[in-house]
């Protein structure tokens, strides 16, 4: 059996993200046995050894070095042990780590998740003087060393498609690619999608709450304003002190707001998790910014109606606004949206079937490894 190889510090959380699922749902479809590699930390002692069938390595650090040095090292000491490498970023050091990998096992492949968002692709690709050419070279020593990579939304994919053609021909091919919901692990829950009917009145959001990019102050600030009826309000994800002590003012001047809005915490259980999205109807997703937005996939698999800000992804996880609402960050445009959908379920009911079709056609991590072309040069492990 064919062996890949991920040398990424993650820890347990990453588990249910792309950093997991593309690598796993990649070596499942074509049979090969999965290493991650992962420097031993406080942060990452709840890793299991396996999980799913994929090998998580932890190697000590005796002497402090930095963690990317230690990885970097793994990847050159055990290259001709894996047939296929894993990185994750769009960067020089992504580039490094190819080009060790390469020289150590010409024919092992390279695979990159470019995992890019807006600012990402300002800082390589629209700058000028020398940090062009910069930009010139190490595009071509990434187009050299890597086989194949991919990029998450249409709105990168097409800008990269604009300096990838001008470029050094290299050996690589891109692909878009989203990331998506892990069906499999939904399965093994044992829960079923409830019809629109079946659903409460529940509006949900989930992220780290009190973070400076899920804008969280913004969103207990609208949601002082509505009028929520007879709906009510779960927040999930950890939060921080400022995030509880906004909530308890809130709470002692409008008093129906403890009653209607909780702060429900971390939820590890995906079982629990999944079963606050199928409970739901409305998801609300503030943020300044979003690489990708993968909480926006786990609500689409429900049928969530999402209304979120114009992140970079926004217009591929809603079909350009016809399965969601996407509204700039002013208080009034949130207040007056969900207002309206609370007054009126009309809109929402009508979108439920088209959004769990549009999860069902792009956005299930199985199907779209299993379409993606790229992967198609590894063949059977």
């Not at 402090?64 to 040095?69: G, I, M, Q, V």
């Not at 009126?344 to 792009?362: A, F, G």
Request: charged share 30%.
């Amino acid at each position: 059996m064919k062996k890949a190889l991920v040398a990424f510090n993650i820890e347990y959380v990453h588990l249910g993200k792309d950093v997991f699922l593309f690598p796993y749902y990649i070596c499942r479809k074509y049979n090969y046995a999965l290493d991650f590699v992962t420097v031993a930390s406080e942060k990452n002692k709840a890793l299991p050894n396996t999980h799913r069938g994929a090998n998580i390595i932890k190697i000590e650090n005796p002497q402090n070095k930095k963690a990317d040095s230690l990885l970097t090292d793994f990847i050159k000491n055990h290259a001709k042990e894996y047939d296929l490498l894993v990185l994750f970023h769009y960067r020089a050091l992504t580039v490094l780590r190819a080009h060790n990998f390469k020289k150590r096992n010409p024919h092992g492949e390279v695979y990159v998740k470019m995992d890019m968002g807006i600012e990402t692709w300002k800082e390589n690709f629209e700058v000028r003087g020398l940090r062009k050419l910069r930009s010139v070279i190490q595009l071509a020593l990434f187009k050299k060393y890597c086989d194949f990579c991919s990029v998450e939304s249409s709105a990168i994919y097409n800008n990269m498609l604009s300096v990838w053609r001008k470029s050094y021909k290299g050996r690589c091919v891109m692909e878009l690619l989203p990331n998506g919901f892990d069906e499999e692990e939904f399965e093994s829950t044992g829960l079923k999608i409830k019809s629109y009917e079946e659903k409460q009145n529940f509006l949900i959001t989930a992220g780290r709450l009190g973070s400076y990019q899920k804008n969280t102050g913004f969103l207990l600030h609208f949601l002082d304003r509505l009028n929520l009826r007879n709906w009510k309000v779960r927040l999930i994800g950890p939060y921080t002190d400022e995030v509880l002590e906004q909530y308890k003012k809130i709470c002692a001047h409008n008093k129906s707001f403890a009653e209607k809005v909780e702060l429900i915490g971390n939820v590890t259980d995906k079982k629990v998790l999944f079963s606050y999205y199928n409970d739901a109807k409305i998801f609300v997703l503030p943020s300044r910014w979003e690489s990708f937005g993968l909480v926006l996939t786990e609500a689409m698999r429900f049928g969530n109606y999402i209304i979120t800000s114009p992140t970079i992804s926004t217009k591929d996880l809603t079909d350009c606004g016809q399965t969601g609402t996407i509204l700039s960050l002013e208080e009034e445009l949130w207040v007056k949206e969900i207002q309206s959908l609370i007054d009126d379920e009309r809109k929402i009911r009508e979108s439920y079937p088209k959004i769990i079709q549009l999860s069902e056609n792009k956005f299930r991590m199985k199907e779209i490894i299993e379409n993606a072309k790229c992967f198609e040069v590894l063949g059977e492990g």
